[in-house]
């Protein structure tokens, strides 16, 4: 009986330490949905290439502050935006390093934007790169791109449409 009741604590305190270094997986960041434009707009294209680093992390899309779109790799999203100036960001996730002292792993936010200026009837093509992660927070990179070719063409790429997911 002693046995038991030693086997089943110990199991218990390799659960709980154990437990403790897991991530949790962070809530979805909700998305709204894609703005109303009227005749006088831009269409902005982005997209997201397939890369080994931080391949699992989502890429939220947002357009003056609000996530319209969520990527994941090899995905991209075509929206209209109205005319005028307007902030085309992407937010990731990382774990936070200063979250492991106290032996749970949380996530936080990372965030990169551009200011772009719509100009109809222009279209504008955007990519989210990934350079080598010294530091999390350089690791995603807005580029705004003539046209997508070589390893950022669409011909491999599954469509997302903007806006908020209905589901049935």
């Not at 005319?83 to 960001?89: A, F, R």
């Amino acid at each position: 009986m002693a046995s038991n009741l030693w086997h089943i604590a110990l199991c218990f305190l390799i659960f709980v330490t154990f437990a403790g270094c897991l991530p949790i997986p962070p809530r979805p960041i909700p998305i709204s949905d894609a703005p109303k434009t009227s005749d006088s707009s831009c269409t902005f294209t982005m997209v997201r290439e397939r890369h080994l680093v931080l391949a699992l992390n989502t890429h939220y899309i947002s357009l003056d502050g609000e996530f319209i779109a969520s990527l994941d790799m090899s995905e991209y999203t075509t929206f209209s935006v109205p005319e005028g100036p307007h902030s085309l960001g992407v937010t990731w996730r990382v774990i936070d390093e200063d979250s492991i002292r106290f032996h749970v792993l949380a996530w936080k936010d990372l965030s990169e934007s551009v200011d772009v200026i719509c100009e109809p009837p222009m279209s504008y093509f955007f990519t989210t790169t990934e350079g080598f992660p010294w530091y999390p927070e350089e690791t995603v990179v807005i580029e705004q791109v003539d046209r997508f070719e070589g390893e950022f063409s669409l011909d491999n790429k599954e469509f997302v449409s903007p806006g908020a997911q209905q589901w049935n």
